[in-house]
């Protein structure tokens, strides 16, 4: 009997009608927060990087940017600063990065051996240091102030203590400082 | 009473849930969905898109 609304079949279709329902309110939910991610990017909450650039992890140390002379905080001929880090089994290089307030920043990080994370408490930055790229994200701290950055990548026994932090000073402080040296960090 | 001999020709007050459909369903699981999506909306509008940098 087709038309018995207790018929097996009447129950069958009253479920696949309730499954039909749920399922258009299941992709409401997935395409607003997939349009709010995308806005994330558009408003600069967060952004993929947009130029792939790679560094030989083996030579680090020998050449190019990440040499031990060339890291830390930089002032750019544009007013901007450029921090430079290198992570590494189990600690960042410099430990204690010095920035100025106010100031956009660029930050070039990479890892000298195995996968790492640099990740400053307080804000969006959370980046991946994957061996062989260089990783590059920006950041501004309106305040001066001090934050924690722990390696958020389990990268072997010693990932625990693997930490640094970010200083934030103000702007004229770190402007002194940057006109006494080239490459300006926290390490005491 | 939890033994009570249910009624035998009450058929029609047993069916009458099942012909609305799973409605308690959907709203339990749609209160359990609201309560989720409103913590992500809390985290992306008050932590997340403040900290933007333009």
Sequence with gaps: MPDDPHSPSADARRAARAEAQWTVFAIVVIVVVAALTAFAGIH???MPQGLVET?????LHLDGEFVESNLGSAIESDGSVTVRALGQQYSFTPQCILVPAATPLTIRAASA???????????????????GYISVITAR??????????CQEFCSVGHEGMWGKVRVIDKAAFADLAAKNRRLSCVE | MINSPTSTNDSEA???????????????AGI????VVAIWFAFYLFVFIPRAVP
């Design chain 1, 44 to 46: 600069y909450a967060t």
């Design chain 1, 55 to 59: 560094a030989n992890p083996s030579a």
């Design chain 1, 113 to 131: 051996d195995v996968i790492h994370g640099l990740l400053i408490e307080g804000t969006n930055v959370n980046v991946m240091l994957v061996p």
């Design chain 1, 141 to 150: 701290f309106e305040q001066p102030g001090e934050h924690l950055m722990p």
């Design chain 2, 14 to 28: 047993l069916d009458r849930p099942r012909d609305s459909g799973p409605l308690g369903a959907a709203v339990l």
């Design chain 2, 32 to 35: 359990a969905t609201a309560i």
